[in-house]
């Protein structure tokens, strides 16, 4: 296995580090309710994709007390 002939600093290290995160997930707007949602998907609010009714959205009941 092959091995460093010389160590690495915790700054150079680091550095070749910087492009490994995550990015941030597209939001497109909703044209039906105009909620935020990730591009591509059903719209978890109302349900739509692309102007067409695609999942029926159960409404939840309040908490009973």
Do not use: F, W
């Amino acid at each position: 296995m092959a091995l460093p002939k010389r160590r690495h600093s915790k700054s150079r290290r680091d550095k070749s580090r910087t492009h490994q995160k995550l990015s941030n997930p597209s939001l497109s707007v909703c044209s039906q309710c105009g909620q935020q949602k990730l591009t591509h998907r059903v719209c978890p609010y109302c349900g739509y994709y692309k102007g067409r009714k695609v999942v029926e959205i159960k409404v939840k009941e309040a908490e009973k007390k």
